[in-house]
């Protein structure tokens, strides 16, 4: 209880309630601008919190998270315009119910909902907290590096087009964290007799690079292609907040599918979304509306869009394991402000725990007053041309990578790492197992050997300890599963 | 995008060949770094050798197969087709996905040449210089009216709005409250420091 008491003082200090509102501002606008969303948000706030404490940092991270998404739903309802990828769900039924003289009816089903969304995913990491608390405190140093392992493969099996590629993006990213001083002997490694890689290559430089800076090379690339024809706001509030209440069964379902494909690592909100949307389609009566203007096309898709950040924030924070982009770049930010990502936060720095939880919270709440009242001022910014977007993240990601140990190297990595991600991009190599290489790295390097040094059968360890043995066998799981699924099918079709 | 799976089965065209080679702007460099950490990791001690070791051995392998079937495209080895579970959740969305929103929207894309890529590519070490030159403060003012100008874009009225909103940020917020340290390049620190500004 004294952790949740920490916690709620935190946030309401002056401070943080300021970045409490300050980041739900960046958030509602980043999710309006086309193209940008919580990853690009966070990977530019993220070398701003490097001088705060570590609560109203997390605060400001997290308002930005969660509140990006409202912002796009509005754009998605009002000019056919989804502010992030999985906003386009939105779009499906909000759109045609705008132009047939609802958008109020849509907007406050999506505002509704992204609070209730909001609420179920704080309660979501609220009660499974607990769980994970007793699964944690029964992990050593011999789970801590499977885990980190696990996390690696997880991401690089989901995250790419073929799970080889996203090993070699892990390894990348793995070797990368190893260059400068060894965490436990303190040997240099690969250093070529520089200052500058004594302290190794900094992971928020290769962050910004790898997500921000490779959008924006896209951005320019692509040039303007944005805003179409805006609708007024018609309608009714309340009916849209009727409309929501009047079908809880589908809010409690979106709900429960977001949280499933919130946990599975990589899967992310644009499934959680459409999974949703599809299986209301498939289980409402009159489902012919559906695509017309129905307001539970609003409600299914934006209900999960919202609810499965739960699902996203609870691996994250309690197994170091990212279930999106956005939550590799909190992981990001844990090793910014000194804590190791993983179980180490729970048992260590609960209160952070606590005042994530109640910032996803009062910030969805947040982002949808601040939306709604915004509305005129957001409509103008879905006009802003890429030519004036790009150079404005150019800068804070300049900045970003300048501020943290004042080196211009940095600035340079960050520059190599942006045309390197595209390139990658492009060819099917997602750049998260590289970024997730890089901060999830040293944590297993540290587990290995404070495991080994801890061990009398010297790797055995990691098989005769049950819980370390179970996260290895999901790890050879997740690498091995497409050779195991063709042997499966192989079978399948001889017996047939 | 080229799919690998359209790839497999047939002689690549020309064109499939050359956005094949493109991967060797990035595979190469990822070859040569994790073969020199791998072989690196031999002079030092056991606990600071053995990730590099082993991460090299297995990151160098791996890019040294697909480079192989760049170099050589009707070797099977490296083509790295198999889905794994991100094509199981990529079939599940393309058909959730093409189901919902057909018709409904479709995102504007262009197809991207390589001299837009060389644009952006100078556009972006030109922004990295002029930070380098002139520190933050005085490069973000080239940085947001070079690049607008380098694309094109010369409406005044949005771009000193842009240029306001920066330095309120940057000198402001950035460098006044939250106290970032003081840069002003390789060019313009020692003019400065020899005018005694700073």
């Given amino acids: 209880m004294d ?6 003082a935190s946030i309401f200090q002056l401070d943080s309630a300021f970045l409490l509102i300050l980041g739900t501002f960046i958030g509602v606008v980043v999710g ?17 919190t490097w001088k705060m404490d570590i609560s109203p940092a997390f605060v400001l991270l997290i308002s930005v998270y969660a509140t990006s998404k409202f912002g796009g739903s509005l754009t998605a309802i009002l000019f056919n315009i989804p502010g992030d990828n999985p906003n386009a769900v939105t779009l499906i039924d909000g759109y045609p ?12 089903a999506s505002a509704t909902v992204s609070i209730i969304g909001g609420l179920f995913s704080a309660i979501t990491l609220l009660a499974f907290l607990p769980v994970m608390y007793w699964i944690i405190m029964r992990f050593g140093p011999a789970e801590f590096f499977m885990l980190a392992l696990f996390g ?41 007799g520089t200052m500058f890689l004594e302290d190794g290559i900094h992971m928020v430089s290769v962050i910004l690079g790898a997500l921000a800076i490779s959008e924006v090379l896209k951005l320019w690339m692509e040039g303007s292609s944005i805003a179409g024809e805006g609708v007024p706001l018609s309608g009714s509030y309340k009916a849209g907040i009727k409309a929501v209440f009047e079908n809880i069964p589908l809010v409690i379902r979106s709900c429960l599918i977001a949280l499933v494909v919130g946990i599975a690592p990589g899967a992310g909100s644009m499934v959680a979304g459409f999974v949703s949307y599809a299986s209301a389609v498939k289980t409402c009566r009159n489902p012919e509306n559906f695509g017309k203007g129905d307001v539970r096309g609003v409600i299914a898709g934006d209900t999960a869009l919202h609810a499965c950040q739960g699902g996203d924030v609870l691996p994250t924070i309690t197994l170091g394991i990212p279930g999106s982009n956005a939550m590799a770049i909190l992981l990001g930010a844990f090793v910014l402000h000194g804590v190791t990502p993983g179980p180490q936060v729970v048992k260590l720095h609960a209160e952070l725990v606590y005042l994530i939880i109640f910032t996803l919270f009062i910030a969805h709440c947040l982002s949808v007053l601040m939306a709604v009242s915004m509305s005129t001022f957001l409509e103008k910014l879905t006009k802003a041309r890429s030519e004036i977007i790009a150079p404005i993240i150019i800068v804070l990601c ?48 540290f587990g290995l050997f404070t495991a080994l040094s801890l061990s009398d059968n010297g790797i055995f360890i990691f098989i005769t300890r049950i819980p370390s043995l179970i996260i290895l066998i999901c790890t050879l799981g997740v690498i091995f599963w497409p050779l195991l699924e063709r042997i499966y099918k192989k079978k399948q079709s001889l017996l047939s | 995008m080229i799919d690998s799976h359209e790839t497999s089965d047939k002689r690549l065209s020309e064109q499939e060949k050359k956005y094949l080679r493109e991967e060797l702007w990035f595979i190469l460099p990822f070859f040569i770094f994790s073969l020199y950490l791998f072989l690196g990791s031999f002079e030092y001690r056991f606990e600071a050798s053995t990730v590099p070791k082993y991460a090299g051995l297995v990151t160098a392998v791996l890019t040294g197969m697909r480079l192989i079937y760049i170099l050589f495209p009707g070797a099977r080895i490296g083509e790295f087709k198999e889905d794994g579970l991100a094509g ?8 959730i996905v093409e189901g919902t929103l057909k018709d409904k929207y479709q995102k504007q894309t262009r197809q991207i040449s390589f001299s837009d890529e060389k644009k952006a590519f100078i556009a972006l070490i030109g922004c990295f210089f002029a930070f380098l030159l002139f520190g933050y403060l005085v490069g973000t003012f080239f940085v947001i009216v070079g690049t607008s100008y380098y694309y094109g874009f010369t409406k005044k009225g949005p771009l000193l709005i842009n240029l306001i909103s920066m330095y309120i940020l940057v000198y402001a917020v950035l460098f006044k409250l939250l106290g970032a340290p003081e840069h002003f390049g390789l060019v313009l620190e020692p003019i400065l420091k020899g005018l005694d500004l700073i």
């Fill in chain 1, 3 to 8: 952790q949740v008491a920490v916690a709620l």
């Fill in chain 1, 32 to 48: 309006v601008l086309p193209g940008l969303g919580a990853t690009h948000a966070m990977a530019m706030i993220i070398p701003l």
């Fill in chain 1, 97 to 108: 119910m705008a132009k047939a003289g609802e958008a109020r009816t849509a907007v406050a």
């Fill in chain 1, 152 to 192: 690696l493969s997880a991401i690089s099996a989901v995250s790419s087009q073929s799970i080889v590629k996203g090993l070699i993006g892990g390894g990348i990213g793995i070797l990368l964290s190893t260059i400068g001083y060894h965490p436990l002997v303190g040997q240099a490694r690969y250093t070529f």
């Fill in chain 1, 398 to 445: 300049l900045i970003g990578s300048y501020v943290v140990r004042e080196c211009w190297q940095d600035m340079m990595i960050m520059a190599i790492f942006g045309i390197l991600s595209y390139y990658m991009k492009k060819h099917g190599y997602h750049p998260i197992p590289l970024v997730l290489g890089i901060v999830l790295g040293p944590v297993a390097e």
């Fill in chain 2, 88 to 95: 199981e959740f990529d079939e599940i969305q393309d058909e």
